[in-house]
């Protein structure tokens, strides 16, 4: 397993934008698909997008595409959530996560590590 801290969370106002980032412990950062969740009060976690081990291939839950950019900087160890125009429906505790394989996943099942969270409040 490896070890995960984010960053960047915070309070903003609807529209405006924030950048999470994922720092990642270990040298094979490289080799592991990554992801982002998050959790609002009262609701299930939920996938919001993922990345593989290159960061040639991503993926995004519908209610965020086209406004969040998942990326990587594997000489970094760091994993990044760049999210434009939000909403009042963003706010939530976001994840990040790593599963070994290189390939990123929508199921939160499949990930072996996660961080403990950053809180995201957006505000109408």
């Known amino acids: 397993q490896v070890q995960l801290v984010e960053s960047g969370g915070g309070l903003q106002q609807a529209g405006g934008s924030l950048r999470l980032s994922c720092a990642v412990s270990g040298r094979i950062f490289s080799t592991y698909g990554m992801g982002w969740f998050r959790q609002a009060p009262g609701k299930e976690r939920e996938f919001v997008a993922t990345?593989?081990?290159?960061?040639?291939?991503?993926y995004y839950a519908n209610s965020v595409k086209g406004r969040f950019t998942i990326s990587r900087d594997n000489a970094k160890n760091t994993m990044y959530l760049q999210m434009n125009s939000l909403k009042p429906e963003d706010t939530a505790i976001y994840y990040c996560a790593a599963r070994a394989g290189g390939r990123g996943s929508i199921t939160d099942a499949l990930y072996e590590s996660w961080g403990q969270g950053t809180q995201v409040t957006v505000s109408s």
């Open positions: 990345i593989n081990s290159s960061g040639g291939a991503t």
